[in-house]
């Protein structure tokens, strides 16, 4: 997307990209994406997914978009499946409903800059499976998660049942898809799945702030650090390492490093530019 469709996009609105379930609107750098089917808790269905994947790969060629917060609308992020739409599905649909949702999570997780979940109500299901794709989870006290597909006689579909356990821990992963209990807030905080709580009232704008001082560094950097630990996760430490020595040399070739090491040794504020 150019700069100028960009602009365009974010002028128009939601008419400009005939989108029924999101709505989006850009502060400064950072592109504030709701989840928006609020008669229905956010439910994700199969337009959702479409529209999200579609808004995730124009955005990933958008310079002037530097972050991304994904947020449910009026109160909620997503109760989940929207269980009217699938309940009558073939095995073949299924398959084919569970792809679309896992090459989302997967776009949203290798996106090149951070994308951070913000959580009130309600994160079920397939909204806990979106959240768990973002680089990370921050709420506020209203919050509640949880896996309640066993209690349909299903599972988690978009990758939940592999990033949940990778985020807390196999045993604490099979007791909460196993109970399908909800975690309040303070729970979600304790076991790892949440990094922060902030106050109702000020959820979004605190956490805007906080991608918008995340993204004042420098971006290259950043990138290759999301890509070193999404990565390196995966593999032994050994080859790991090795990865991330190469990314760090890698930072040297460009005008970020310089200048904002140059920035600091004369006492000034870095101008990065991505380059």
Do not use: W
């Amino acid at each position: 997307m150019s700069c100028d469709l960009a602009a365009h996009f974010f002028q128009e609105g939601l008419n400009s990209k005939n989108m029924k379930t999101l709505q989006v609107e850009k502060k400064e750098s950072i592109a504030i994406i709701h989840l928006h089917r609020p008669t229905c808790l956010n439910a994700v269905n199969t337009q959702m997914l479409a529209e999200l994947k579609q808004l995730f790969e124009e955005l990933q060629t958008d310079e002037t978009i530097k972050g991304i917060l994904l947020i449910g609308a009026e109160g909620n992020f997503s109760a989940g499946v929207d269980l009217h739409e699938i309940r009558h599905f073939t095995p073949l649909e299924a398959i084919g409903f569970a792809e679309k949702g896992q090459k989302l999570c997967s776009l949203i997780e290798h996106f090149p800059r951070p994308v951070l979940a913000v959580v009130s109500g309600y994160a079920l299901g397939a909204g806990l499976e979106i959240a768990l794709s973002c680089d990370y989870m921050l709420a506020d006290a209203t919050a509640q998660f949880g896996f309640r597909e066993l209690c349909y006689g299903v599972l988690p579909a978009f990758g939940g049942t592999q990033r949940l356990p990778r985020l807390v821990g196999k045993s604490r992963a099979k007791e909460i898809l196993f109970t399908g209990q909800m975690i309040a807030a303070e729970k979600a905080l304790q076991i790892g799945l949440v990094n922060q709580l902030f106050p109702q009232q000020s959820l979004q704008d605190d956490v805007l702030k906080q991608l918008q001082k995340i993204c004042s560094y420098g971006l290259l950097s950043l990138q290759m650090g999301k890509e070193v630990i999404n990565t390196g996760y995966e593999i032994n430490l050994n080859a790991a390492c090795k990865m991330e020595r190469d990314a760090f040399a890698v930072c040297f070739s460009t005008e970020d490093q310089k200048e904002g090491m140059g920035a600091f040794i004369e006492k000034r504020q870095p101008n990065f530019r991505g380059k």
